[in-house]
């Protein structure tokens, strides 16, 4: 079992398959949905995250072994999409708490766009902003 699998939560709906090595892209959500919500992926927000990733990941990958396909930012909370050489890929949020990021948890899987509302309500129940659930299930839901 790959590491971000054992740590996903996943609900009835979500299915886990590895989307790595598949050739699967994730595209940018709509600008509609994800409008007020930092999206775009920067090396200078690669070098802040990968290290964070890694923290989750007790370690296993280095820090230049983690890809990102998306990062959202709204508020005190952010998620990364990320893939590595020893997992599944993954939308990994984070909290900022008292200045520093810490790991909340991590959704795994494939998603059809008809589950976008369930994605959107396991984000709210997390503590992510709607601004950012909404994104984010729009990120992973668009094809």
């Given at each position: 079992m790959s590491v971000l699998n054992s740590l996903a939560h996943r609900g009835p709906l979500m299915i886990i398959v590895v989307l790595a090595g598949m050739g699967t892209t994730v595209g940018f959500a709509s600008n509609d949905v994800c409008h007020g919500v930092k999206i775009e992926v920067t090396k200078a927000r690669k070098e802040a995250y990968a290290p964070l990733v890694v923290a989750a990941m007790d370690g296993q990958v280095k820090p230049a072994q983690v890809e990102f396909s998306a990062l959202m930012e709204s508020g005190n909370w952010s998620a990364a999409y990320v893939s590595t050489p020893v997992s599944d890929d993954g939308v990994m949020f984070f909290e900022a708490v008292a200045g520093?990021?810490?790991?909340?948890?991590?959704?795994?899987?494939?998603?059809?766009?008809?589950?976008?509302?369930?994605?959107?309500?396991?984000?709210?129940?997390?503590?992510?902003?709607?601004?950012?659930?909404?994104c984010f299930a729009e990120t992973v839901t668009d094809r």
């Open positions: 520093q990021k810490r790991f909340r948890d991590l959704w795994g899987g494939w998603a059809d766009p008809s589950e976008r509302p369930e994605l959107v309500a396991w984000a709210r129940k997390l503590g992510a902003p709607a601004d950012l659930a909404n």
